[in-house]
């Protein structure tokens, strides 16, 4: 295994921290001594997020259940957090990995400084921190329309995290999203949600989808025999709307028990919105009251 990587992107404002599969760009914004010290700290926790998650991985690659396990490493415990109340479905921590190192990276970032504002992204998946006062908008991935669809996030409202999941990403999927956008109180709970909400965008059993078992791809890989997603062939809008709204009825619960902020469902060129996304700068995606109207047309 490589050594932890840390150098500035071309802005010079941007730090790239790279050790195997994690991936990060983190900034902060403040009193440039305050800034200098933060990104210190992120890259002295970097040197070892990776090995301790490493240590506890066959555990971390297990279903998890209601009633949370006891893990060393404060990522893996951020994880296990992340996936307990979601357990009716199957999920494991590493549903929440991306976000977990985001908002572990995060919380050494900030440790006793004085930012503005900060954020850890994890190949998309972010965790963000604003002080009283800030905002920052954040990109919607997987509307069609490149970075212009995006949402301000104040620091007054409960977003800290925002994680995006879909059979076209970099992780499998059980499901035929071609992205779930979530919004929630931490990087590794947006995560989480964002995976098992894209999972139930689904047509099971209809012969357009294209599945292969997970091992086949990855023989270490958590999901084992599961099916998971290598392509779509077209699909009706009929379709494409029912695979919405079992999504959406996921995304919906999650919001109502408070485990969510808001939730963007896309596929095949149509979307749909769970809860209230604050200023979403765009008027081309669906609410979720419009997809009763879809669904039945």
């Given at each position: 295994m490589n050594e932890p990587q840390a150098h500035w992107l071309a802005d010079g404002r941007?730090?790239?921290?790279?050790?195997?599969?994690?991936?990060?760009?983190?900034?902060?914004?403040?009193?440039?001594?305050?800034?200098?010290?933060?990104?210190?700290?992120?890259?002295?926790?970097?040197?070892?997020?990776?090995?301790?998650?490493?240590?506890?991985?066959?555990?971390?690659?297990?279903?998890?259940?209601?009633?949370?396990?006891?893990?060393?490493?404060?990522?893996?415990?951020?994880?296990?957090?992340?996936?307990?109340?979601?357990?009716?479905?199957?999920?494991?921590?590493?549903?929440?990995?991306?976000?977990?190192?985001?908002?572990?990276?995060?919380?050494?970032?900030?440790?006793?400084?004085?930012?503005?504002?900060?954020?850890?992204?994890?190949?998309?998946?972010?965790?963000?921190?604003?002080?009283?006062?800030?905002?920052?908008?954040?990109?919607?991935?997987?509307t069609g329309h490149g970075f212009a669809d995006r949402v301000l996030v104040r620091a007054e409202d409960s977003v800290r995290g925002i994680a995006t999941s879909?059979?076209?990403?970099?992780?499998?999927?059980?499901?035929?999203?071609?992205?779930?956008?979530?919004?929630?109180?931490?990087?590794?709970?947006?995560?989480?949600?964002?995976?098992?909400?894209a999972n139930a965008v689904d047509l099971p059993g209809n012969p357009a989808i294209k599945r292969q078992p997970a091992f086949e791809l990855a023989p270490d890989n958590d999901l084992g025999t599961r099916l998971v997603t290598v392509e779509v062939s077209m699909i009706s809008p009929r379709e494409t709307a029912q695979a919405l709204q079992a999504g959406l009825m996921v995304a919906e619960d999650y919001r109502q028990r408070g485990l969510i902020t808001a939730a963007a469902l896309f596929l095949n060129g149509a979307n749909v919105l769970a809860g209230n996304f604050p200023d979403l700068r765009s008027d081309r995606l669906r609410s979720s009251d419009q997809t009763k109207d879809l669904v039945h047309a």
């Open positions: 941007r730090l790239h921290l790279n050790h195997g599969p994690i991936d990060l760009v983190i900034e902060a914004f403040g009193d440039a001594v305050e800034v200098r010290a933060a990104y210190e700290q992120a890259v002295g926790r970097f040197q070892t997020i990776l090995s301790e998650l490493v240590e506890e991985l066959p555990a971390l690659r297990r279903p998890a259940a209601a009633a949370q396990r006891v893990f060393t490493g404060p990522t893996a415990r951020r994880m296990e957090a992340a996936v307990s109340p979601l357990a009716e479905r199957f999920v494991t921590p590493m549903a929440a990995v991306a976000g977990s190192v985001a908002d572990e990276m995060l919380a050494a970032m900030i440790a006793g400084r004085r930012l503005e504002r900060a954020y850890v992204n994890n190949g998309g998946d972010s965790a963000l921190y604003l002080a009283l006062g800030q905002s920052t908008t954040v990109a919607i991935a997987g879909g059979w076209r990403g970099r992780s499998f999927s059980l499901g035929i999203a071609d992205a779930v956008t979530v919004l929630a109180s931490s990087g590794a709970a947006a995560d989480a949600a964002a995976t098992l909400i």
